[in-house]
């Protein structure tokens, strides 16, 4: 029979590599100095956009993570540290982070894996300042609709100064001649 710490472990790791293969991607963050109410604020707050956080021994995390062929990742994991997995959308995830960060500066964000590419602290920032997908999808939805609208707006106004020929041409024929 197997120890219990020894059997924690195993199911921590299995739980790593079973919720990194079901998301798109991770963020490891560095939580040292923040309290314990404000991490299950942030928990549910990242609940809300499909992202959970996962915090776990830093050698069980190495392990997963060297199984997971993220070796590049490794040297993120340490002193006390968080996992956050994001299955729907990292912009929110990330935007979450950062706002976060903005009143608990001692959380840290360390890196992440996002599809195929590592993600450094400044590519997070940098995803948190990206519209959300429904602002993006507007955008697209406005510039194809643009030119339909302007196009219909040229044939109006054709249509327009048509008319005012034809009405002009209709005046000028009533007029008597003298």
Do not use: W
Request: with cysteine; charged share 30%.
């Amino acid at each position: 029979m197997k120890k219990i710490g020894l059997l924690v472990k195993e199911t921590s790791e299995n739980r790593i590599k079973d919720s990194f293969k079901s998301s798109k991607g991770l963020i490891i963050v560095k939580y040292s100095g923040v309290s314990s109410p404000d991490m299950s604020s942030l928990r549910k707050t990242l609940k809300g956009t499909g992202a959970s956080l996962f915090v776990v021994k830093n050698t069980v995390a190495r392990r997963a993570m060297k199984e997971l062929g993220l070796n590049d990742l490794i040297p993120n994991v340490q002193s006390p540290c968080g996992m956050i997995f994001f299955k729907d959308e990292p912009v929110d995830t990330s935007r979450i982070l950062c706002a976060f960060r903005k009143d608990h500066d001692k959380l840290i964000l360390e890196g992440g894996y996002l599809v195929d590419r590592l993600l450094s602290q400044k590519d997070i920032e940098a995803m948190s300042k990206l519209p959300s997908k429904d602002i993006l999808r507007a955008q697209v939805v406005m510039s194809l609709n643009s030119p339909i609208t302007k196009f219909v707006i040229v044939l109006n106004q054709t249509l327009k100064k048509f008319v005012y020929c034809l009405d002009q041409i209709k005046a000028s024929k009533e007029k008597p001649t003298n």
